[in-house]
Every structure is written in C-alpha cells, then in structure tokens.
C-alpha cells in the first residue's frame, strides 16, 4: 500500500475544471482548453506523498523548469504558453503556475543515465544490463558509464512503481519511429544538460522527462525537466565511485526515512511527518541547486 498519507482537497477556481492531483503538481483546464500546472510544496519518497511540505519546493522546480526550457529550446520544442495565474486563482499560486498546450502524451518515462546508480545500480548488479543494455564489468556504485544510455520506464499511477522496460518494448507500445526519436531526443537533451551542469560543478548523474505530441505531430517536452525531483545532481567535487553519493536531490529525506526515523518503507505503514530540520536542510538543498545551476540568487 501507498499513496498519499493524507490527499488534499483541491483548491475551486472559477473557469478552471479540476482534472488531477499528482504527487506534486495539480492539474486544471482552462476554459480555452490549455492546461495549468500548478506545482505545489509537496514532496514523496518511495511511492509516498509525505505529509510534510518542503517551503518554495514547487516555485524552485517551476522557476528550474523555465530555466532549463530556455536553454533546451533549439533542441526540442516545450508545452509552456504563459506563467500567469489565472484570475480568481490564490496569490500563493505566483511563482508555481505554468498555462501549457495540451498534448497527446506519450505513454514513456524517458530517462537518460551517464551514471550507475538508483535501480539501474540494482538491475546491474543482477545481470549486467540496465533495461536489456550490456554494461561493462566492473561497474559500481556511481560509475560513470562508457557513454550515456537511454533506459526508459513506464509511467506509474500514484502510489504505484514506475517499471523498467527495454527499447524495444517502447518501440511495441508507440511505433519504432517514436521510440527512436524518444531515445534520440532524451539523449540529446541529456548531453546538453549534462555538460552545462558540468560546468557549474555538478553532476548530471540520471534524469528523467516526458513528451507528447502537439496537434501537428511535433514533439514536444512536457512537464518538469532537470529539476532536483527528476533528476540526480551530484556536486562534482565529492564525486567517488563505490559509495552513495551526496546529492542536491531528495536522496536526503530517503535517507532520513530509512535510517533515522524508524519506518520501514516495505511495511504497509504510511511514513511520519519530517522534523523541522530535514524539512530545512531539504529546502536549502533545492535551493543550493538552483542557485549553482542558474547562477542567480533564490529570494
């Protein structure tokens, strides 16, 4: 059992139709059909959604998102129309809110690793392989791989798990030419995000992103994108092969669950409430990482 520990009720704007309450994100329409994203403080961790917010986490990941747009744009297209709050919407929607075009989505999370970690780290050690690609022995925790690899997942319900699957299993469910785009695309955004994070003292280890189609057939990246909720960030210079990495991620909250509070995230159990100082010291970390990607001051 998993899910929300204690699903919010979601806020009635006039002109907007409430369509879905995601681990983070709600999801309206608006009265000319576009969609609006609104990213809230919520956070999860092993399929929870935690009954603790982290303050300014969904400004920072929208604030990120555009960020990352901008810089991605000669590669691929994106769904974002406008980041005004809708009229009649609360003020604390500022900051957090995009008016997006609506897609046909594609049934894929499309992730990119340069690096071993997370369940590819779990597959390989297994087999070898991560989602049917052969790796190289010797591989540990934290490896960097020969070259970037395209191992994409399928797109879980709340509360559910997102399952590894080949390439060729996404090529059966959307058609050989999409799947090759997909891994394509992934790859290209992945090498660019990569070398900026780089340059910026970090590390790109894994990522994950969405697309769907416009009503011309274009793809087009959707979502959130390179942000610490999708994304493993390494700081470059504790980088070391053969252990846990520290993160600018949730790693840290996982690793507070699992260790430190008592719960068991195999038990049916829903997990407790953060204390205040990993509620802080998760903040700073979203922060940190905005901050060092943009080089710009978070307010």
């Known amino acids: 059992m998993s899910g929300f520990v204690e699903k ?18 709600d999801l309206y329409r608006d009265q000319a059909g576009r969609l609006v994203m609104v990213a809230s403080d919520r956070t999860s ?3 929870w959604v935690l009954p603790t917010a982290i303050p300014d986490k969904g400004r920072i990941l ?21 980041t ?18 609506n897609l046909d989505m594609l049934p894929v ?10 369940s590819g780290l779990k597959e390989y050690r297994q087999s070898r392989t991560v989602c049917g690609i052969t790796l190289p022995e010797g591989l540990d925790n934290g490896s960097e791989l020969p070259a970037p690899i395209f191992t994409p997942a399928t797109k879980a319900e709340v509360g559910e798990h997102d399952e590894n699957v080949t390439y060729e299993e996404v090529a059966r469910r959307v058609g050989a030419d999409t799947a090759a785009q997909l891994r394509q695309t992934t790859l290209a955004v992945y090498g660019r995000a990569r070398d900026i994070a780089r340059e910026r003292g970090i590390i790109l280890a894994d990522t994950k992103f969405e697309f ?43 690793d507070w669950l699992t260790h430190d509070s008592g719960w068991d995230p195999a038990s049916e159990l829903p997990p407790p409430a953060l204390p205040e100082d990993v509620v802080a ?19």
Do not use: M
Not at 281 to 299: D, F, H, I, P
């Open 8 to 25: 919010p009720e979601p806020v009635q704007v006039p002109g907007l139709i409430h369509l879905h309450t995601g681990k983070v994100r």
């Open 45 to 47: 961790a092993y399929d």
């Open 62 to 82: 929208t604030q990120l998102s555009l960020w990352w747009f901008e810089r991605l744009a000669d590669i691929v297209p994106n769904h974002v129309v406008s």
């Open 84 to 101: 005004e709050v809708p009229d009649g919407a609360p003020a604390d929607w500022a900051g957090r809110t995009l008016v997006c075009r």
């Open 109 to 118: 999370e499309c992730v990119a690793r340069g690096y071993l970690s997370g």
């Open 212 to 254: 769907g189609r416009d009503e011309d057939g274009a793809l087009v990246i959707a979502d959130e994108v390179l942000t610490p909720d999708s994304s493993r960030f390494w700081p470059a210079d504790a980088w070391q092969p053969g252990q846990d990495q520290p993160s600018f991620d949730k790693q840290y909250i996982r």
């Open 281 to 299: 010291q998760s903040r700073a970390k979203y922060v940190e990482a905005y901050e060092r990607l943009t080089g710009q001051s978070w307010s």
